[in-house]
């Protein structure tokens, strides 16, 4: 793939063309490997079948010229390539360690090996602030996200639990996440805002054990 200027980086999401379904198939995304200046590598992501790829570009720093870019095309492969790993994220408070904003507390999650449809999945979170006081959400399917490709979640609480969660006490705020997939139980922690990802402010990233199926 190339693109007439330097300085940029660019990712692609992988979705499963599913025959016959409204929603779509599984999604995967993948960093591009940068071959050259102006030039990246596009490889097959996960099983070899067709898919809809959508390719996004962001510029740099060392970029002339700033912005972002974006485009689909449908993609056939004949060989299999790598799987993204499963990944999970809580979001709760705030987008600025200094800056406790009030919302729906959300779970992410995406890429994951087990079937992700209603009932077959649970998920609840113990928050505890710096000071040793605690609170305990529930999740549920997010009102809205319909077509959640398999193996990924969209999960919220029902109400807006941000005002509860900053009533704990100052950061760090630990979260402990309790996700049931099938009959098994994942324990995540994280906390917040060490473990924020930064270009996803507040969604705090977290780690499993036993770690979550990957594909």
């Known amino acids: ?4 200027t330097p300085g940029w980086q660019f990712s692609a999401t992988a979705t499963a063309v599913a025959t016959g379904q409204t929603c779509g198939g599984r999604e995967q995304s993948v960093d591009l ?8 590598r596009l490889v097959p ?3 070899a079948g067709d898919y809809t790829i959508t ?4 510029s740099t720093q060392a970029a002339t010229n700033k912005g972002d870019v974006v485009t689909t095309f449908r993609w056939h492969t004949t060989k299999d390539g790598p799987n993204e790993p499963p990944s999970a994220t809580v979001s709760i408070v705030g ?3 200094g800056e406790k904003l009030s919302f729906a507390g959300e779970l992410s999650a995406r890429a994951l090996g087990v079937s992700t ?14 000071t040793g006081a605690s609170l305990t959400v529930d999740f549920h399917p997010a009102p809205g996200f319909d077509c959640v490709p398999e193996g990924s979640l969209a999960y919220r609480t029902v109400d807006e639990v941000g005002a509860q969660v ?4 100052p950061p760090p705020l630990r979260y402990d996440v309790t996700l049931v997939l099938g009959s098994v ?3 995540g922690t994280g906390s917040w805002p060490g473990d924020v990802v930064s270009d996803c402010s507040p969604c705090t990233r977290l780690q499993f054990n036993p770690p979550l199926p990957a594909l």
Not at 166 to 169: D, F, I, K, P, S
């Open 95 to 97: 987008s600025r360690p």
């Open 1 to 4: 793939m190339a693109f007439d």
């Open 45 to 47: 992501i996960g099983r």
């Open 185 to 187: 139980v994942y324990r």
């Open 166 to 169: 900053a009533a704990l006490g």
């Open 33 to 40: 490997q940068a071959t050259g200046p102006t030039t990246h």
């Open 117 to 130: 449809r209603t009932g077959k999945v649970t998920a609840s979170a113990l928050i505890t602030s710096s």
């Open 55 to 58: 390719l996004n570009g962001r």
